[in-house]
């Protein structure tokens, strides 16, 4: 299973990026999908996730309002629209997948040991 982060980079704040993940080795339709991330200095942390259906989403409050995720099987590729970036948002960018089988979507969407396989990362830097 490979996963293939892109669309980082250095933005402004008040600004928009959309990241991209691809995916393949395994069946994306029925896989749940997160973005996590890691800034400098600290622990990996949730960002937002959607189900295989692509029909639920959950984000942690940090991107509610902000952010938007989702998904196309024909592409096998989940999106994060990060909107209204601030500084704060400066991070490594990861994707990662699991398949829904033996998930439980409520309990386990935003713990990343849920998850089995993790793309290489995309940095989002945010400054003026």
């Known amino acids: 299973v490979q996963l293939q982060a892109s669309g980082g980079g250095l933005v402004e704040p008040g600004s928009s990026l959309k990241l991209e993940c691809v995916v393949s080795?395994?069946?994306?339709?029925?896989?749940?999908m997160g973005w996590f991330r890691q800034a400098p200095g600290k622990e990996r942390e949730f960002v937002a996730a959607i189900r295989w259906t692509g029909l639920e989403r959950f984000y942690a409050d940090s991107a509610k309002g902000r952010f938007g995720i989702s998904k196309d099987n024909n592409k096998n590729t989940v999106y994060l629209q990060m909107n209204n970036l601030k500084a704060e948002d400066t991070a490594v960018y990861y994707c990662?997948?699991?398949?829904?089988?033996?998930?439980?979507?409520?309990?386990?969407?935003?713990?990343?040991?849920?998850?089995?396989?993790w793309g290489q990362g995309t940095q989002v830097t945010v400054s003026s």
């Open positions: 990662a997948v699991r398949n829904s089988y033996g998930m439980i979507w409520n309990a386990d969407r935003d713990l990343e040991e849920k998850y089995h396989y």
């Open positions: 080795g395994l069946t994306f339709s029925t896989a749940n």
